[in-house]
């Protein structure tokens, strides 16, 4: 009986320290993890200080002829920080950046976009803007506002369009059976009822999640996509290294 009682307390014993050995392990990983974290976030908030105040020369010659067209997309509760996207579009002002397009899924910062244009005086609006001088005006940083709405209606209007042409071809021709719509004829009908727009060069994600949250897809085929984390957090540094990094990628778009 005392054998049996002891075999029992020797495995009562080994179970406790196997299961304070992995809490402690677990404790050691998760404070690695951790630790690293928070040196890479201090790394980049030093590397972020150096770049914007000009300490590291190589960030401040910026070709932004590559970059004609900037995507910025918002986490639908960050779009809600009016003075942060205020803030964050006047840094792309005084960078250069002349043609912006402003995307939540909610349609908040299309909402805002009186207040917006209020604190941005030196601006003007894509969809008002001359469509032959949408791309070629230097003078006047040019804003887009953009939602998830206006994706999906673009989409239908333009799967109307190619049936209504196919219900006319079908009227007018017997051999119908062979008629099949590639991506081609979607761009152009996307383009015939005015939701085609320019492709951005580039798409900064602001918000927790890493990607582009909806933003119209046949829009962003060639284009490069950064995730900037927080809106609340987003520092002048890292929206120059972004930049720069972009300008100095060779693009091979094949044939």
């Known amino acids: ?23 402690l392990l677990w404790f050691i990983l ?18 972020s200080y150096f770049i914007s105040s000009g300490l590291m020369k190589s960030y401040k010659a910026l070709n932004l002829g ?31 950046v002349k043609h912006v397009c402003l995307y939540d899924m909610e349609g908040v910062l299309k909402r ?11 601006t003007t609006v894509f969809q008002e803007a001359d469509e032959n001088d949408k791309l070629l005006d230097q ?27 196919y219900l006319t071809s079908n009227n007018s021709s017997e051999d119908q059976e062979g008629e099949i719509f590639t991506e081609p004829h979607m761009t152009e ?12 060069d580039l798409l900064l994600v602001y918000g927790p999640a890493r990607c582009h949250q909806g933003f119209p897809a046949w ?8 995730h900037m984390g927080s809106l609340k957090s987003m520092r002048y540094g890292s929206l120059i290294k972004a930049i ?3 300008t100095m990628v060779r693009q091979n778009y094949g044939k």
């Open 1 to 23: 009986m005392n054998i049996r009682e002891g075999m029992q307390k020797a495995k009562r014993l080994i179970a406790q320290i196997g299961n304070f050995g992995l809490q």
């Open 30 to 47: 998760h404070l690695s993890v951790s630790t690293w974290y928070f040196l890479l976030e201090i790394a980049h908030m030093v590397e």
């Open 66 to 96: 590559k970059l004609r067209y900037l995507a910025i997309v918002v986490g639908s509760e960050e779009a809600y920080q009016t003075s942060k996207v205020i803030e964050l579009l006047q840094w792309l002002e005084a960078i250069g």
């Open 112 to 122: 805002s976009k009186e207040a917006i244009l209020e604190k941005m005086s030196n």
């Open 139 to 165: 003078k006047h940083m040019m804003l887009e506002f953009v939602s998830f709405s206006d994706g999906k209606e673009a989409v239908a209007k333009a799967a109307n369009l190619l049936f209504a042409k």
């Open 189 to 200: 009908a996307l383009r015939a009822v005015g939701s085609g727009g320019p492709e951005p």
């Open 219 to 226: 829009r962003i085929r060639y284009t490069e996509i950064v």
């Open 244 to 246: 720069y990094k972009f």
